[in-house]
C-alpha cells in the first residue's frame, strides 16, 4: 500500500481533473479516508433532460477515475481493491457514492499519457494526407473497440446525419435551454475558466458566441419556422473535413462507469498519434441515428455505440488553456 497524503492525493486529483466529463459538468469529487480513496458525485452537476438516466453522469465518473488512475501509473502507483457503490443514495454533503479504491505500488512508472494536450477540437480539420491515413490505420488496429469510417462519402452522410440529430434535440426547449445553462459564451461569464462550454473551446469568435446565444435562445423557434435554424446550427464542414469518423462502442449493458475509463482511454490512444477528436454525442444519444450507425457500419448485435468522434489534425492553434474547477472543490 502506498502512503496517500494530502499532497499526493491533491496532485492525483490535479490530473484527475483534466479526464472529460460531458458539457464539462465536472461532477467528480473526492474525500480521503484512512488508506482509502472514496469518489463521489454531485448530482447538482448533471444535465438531466439531455441524459435522464445519468448514462452519461455516470461515464464522467468513470473517465475522472481512470484519470486518477494514469496519475498512478505515471508515479509508480496503481489502483487497487476497486469498488463500484450500488446505493445511488446522497451520503454526507449530498454527494452520492460513486466507488472507493486503494493504492498499492507497481515495480516501475508507466510512460506518462498525453494527459496535458488533450482537449475536444470543435473546429475544422486539415487535409488529409499519407501520415494522417497511417495513424489513422494504427488507431483502428489497436482499439477493438473503435470502428472507423474513412471513406469520404460515407463521412458526409454521417455529417448530415449528425446535423439531423442536433436538430432533433435543439428543438426541445427545455434541451435547449439547459444547454445554455453549460454554455459560456462570454469572457465576462464569472465561470468561464472554471467549468461548461466557453466560447474558446468551441472555436468561437465574440460576434459568433453572441450570435449563437440568440439562435440558441431568444431566436430559435421563430427562426426554426422560417427554415433558417437548420443551416445556423449546421456542423457539415467541420464534420466532412475530418480525416475518419470513430464509432466508440463498448459491450451492451456495460456499466457506464467502465464504459468512461475505455472512453478516456480510446481519446488518449487519438491524442499519442496526433490527432485531435471532437465527440459528437447527439448520434449516440438519438435512438435513430444510432441505430442506422451500427447497421450501416457493422458494429455487432452485443456493442452499445457508446460515442462518435471526428478526428483529424487541427487547422489551427488548439488552445493551451482548459475550464477546470480548483483542485480545493474537488476534495471534500
Not at 464539462?24 to 473526492?30: A, D, F, G, I, L
Not at 439531455?50 to 473517465?63: E, I, T
Not at 441515428?289 to 489534425?313: E, T
Request: proline share 6%; with cysteine.
Amino acid at each position: 500500500m502506498i502512503d496517500l497524503s494530502t499532497d499526493l492525493v491533491k496532485e492525483l486529483v490535479a490530473e484527475a481533473r483534466l479526464s472529460p466529463s460531458v458539457h464539462n459538468v465536472q461532477p467528480s469529487r473526492w474525500r480521503l479516508a484512512g488508506d482509502r480513496l472514496l469518489l463521489l458525485g454531485d448530482p447538482s452537476r448533471a444535465i438531466p433532460i439531455a441524459d435522464p438516466a445519468g448514462r452519461d453522469w455516470r461515464l464522467s465518473h468513470g473517465a475522472h477515475l481512470e484519470g486518477l488512475s494514469l496519475a498512478l501509473a505515471a508515479r509508480g502507483a496503481r489502483l487497487a481493491e476497486l469498488h463500484l457503490e450500488t446505493t445511488a443514495q446522497p451520503a454526507s454533503g449530498g454527494l452520492v457514492p460513486i466507488a472507493t479504491c486503494t493504492v498499492a505500488a507497481e515495480a516501475a512508472a508507466s510512460p506518462r499519457e498525453p494527459i496535458d494536450g488533450r482537449m475536444s477540437w470543435r473546429g475544422a480539420f486539415k487535409p488529409i494526407d499519407a501520415a494522417a491515413r497511417a495513424d489513422v490505420t494504427q488507431l483502428a488496429a489497436e482499439r477493438d473497440d473503435c470502428t472507423l469510417v474513412t471513406d469520404r462519402a460515407s463521412i458526409a452522410g454521417i455529417a448530415q446525419l449528425a446535423d439531423r440529430a442536433a436538430l432533433f434535440f435543439l428543438r426541445d426547449d427545455r434541451h435547449r435551454a439547459e444547454l445554455l445553462e453549460w454554455l459560456r459564451l462570454a469572457r465576462s461569464h464569472p465561470r468561464y475558466r472554471l467549468d461548461g462550454l466557453n466560447a474558446e473551446a468551441m472555436q468561437l469568435s465574440p460576434v459568433e458566441a453572441w450570435g449563437a446565444g440568440l439562435v440558441l435562445g431568444p431566436l430559435f423557434r421563430p427562426l426554426d419556422r422560417i427554415g433558417l435554424a437548420a443551416p445556423l446550427v449546421r456542423e457539415t464542414a467541420k464534420t466532412v473535413s475530418a480525416a475518419a469518423i470513430v464509432l466508440f462502442h463498448r459491450p451492451a449493458g456495460e456499466d457506464a462507469f467502465h464504459s468512461g475509463r475505455a472512453f478516456y482511454r480510446a481519446w488518449l490512444a487519438m491524442e499519442r498519434r496526433g490527432l485531435k477528436g471532437c465527440p459528437m454525442s447527439v448520434l449516440a444519444d438519438w435512438d435513430e441515428s444510432r441505430a442506422a450507425l451500427a447497421r450501416r457500419y457493422a458494429v455487432p448485435a452485443d456493442r452499445h455505440i457508446v460515442s462518435v468522434f471526428r478526428i483529424g489534425w487541427p487547422d489551427g492553434a488548439p488552445s493551451a488553456q482548459r475550464a477546470r474547477l480548483p483542485v480545493e472543490q474537488l476534495i471534500v
